[in-house]
């Protein structure tokens, strides 16, 4: 189990030098060399994204268009950036208080006209406005995938389940890696948390003309006033907003 240690020790802290992006087809070859040489190793795949850690390496394979794989390969600097920016953020803020935790996703009561809200990059955004991230690493995000942006970020503190591959066999096991380091783990928290935080207060804002929100979009009987009001009210905290209209039941809708 020497290279299982290994790889516990490379997912907690290491300041991402050591991540490659791969193909699908790529991503393929290492599991049959993982099989052929009897490794241990993790695999996960994610919505955005595949990913195998093997000895000192973390490989990722990109779920996207040849296009977008091409700019998540040239956007793999963001990870040490997000990580170096955090870790300089938290030598400035000993302590900081999380916002209360309130559900990603909320329903209401349905409506026959629906707009909604959607925040436009939301935890990029916020990490930037509560100054996690520079203006500059921010500025070079916003042309990459969100996916990359995403990933970036919860690799701060988001746990991740693989699953295990002993002496090249897939166990039917799995394992949850977080980072050691739960400072790190809390600004991550701080970001995911604020957003859900507006959106809670947004819902109460709009009383019973709330129909839902989904982590950064709000779904709301549609009126002038009502759009009017919840713009004003992301726009006062510094966030970017998009407005959706639609006719039908928010439930329905892919999320």
């Known amino acids: 189990m020497k290279a299982l240690r290994n790889l516990e020790k490379n997912s907690t802290d290491e300041p991402y030098q050591s991540r490659q992006i791969v193909s ?15 490794s241990d190793a993790y695999v996960r795949e ?9 000895g000192s390496m973390v490989f990722i394979c990109p779920l996207q268009t040849k296009r977008m794989t091409k700019k998540f390969n040239e956007g793999m ?12 953020w938290l030598k400035k803020h000993e302590e900081f208080l999380l ?4 559900q990603p996703i909320v329903y209401g009561k349905e409506k026959k006209y629906i707009c ?34 995403l990933s970036a970020l919860s690799c701060l503190g988001k746990e991740r389940t693989y699953d295990i591959y002993e002496d090249g066999a ?24 604020t957003c859900y935080n507006m959106m809670h207060q947004c819902k109460n804002m709009l009383g019973d003309d709330f129909v839902a929100y989904k982590v950064d979009c709000i779904y709301y ?17 510094g966030m970017l907003t998009k407005q959706l209209y639609m006719k039908g039941r928010v439930r329905e809708e892919r999320f």
Do not use: C
């Not at 916002?99 to 309130?102: A, I, L, Q, R, T």
């Open 99 to 102: 916002p209360k935790e309130y």
């Open 221 to 237: 009987a549609e009126s002038t006033k009502n759009i009017k009001l919840v713009e004003d009210f992301f726009e006062k905290r």
């Open 77 to 88: 600097y963001l990870y040490k950036r997000v990580f170096e920016d955090a870790t300089l």
């Open 24 to 38: 699908k087809v790529g991503f393929n070859v290492l599991l049959q060399q993982i099989r052929a040489t009897d």
């Open 46 to 54: 994610g919505y955005f994204s595949k990913e195998i850690r093997w």
């Open 170 to 193: 897939d166990t039917k096991k799995h394992i949850n890696l977080k980072r050691k380091n739960k400072r790190l783990q809390a600004v991550y928290e701080l970001i995911r948390f």
């Open 116 to 149: 909604g809200t959607d925040l436009d990059h939301a935890y990029w955004r916020i990490a930037y406005k509560k100054k996690i991230i520079s203006k500059d690493t921010y500025e070079r995000g916003l042309p990459m995938p969100k996916s990359l942006r």
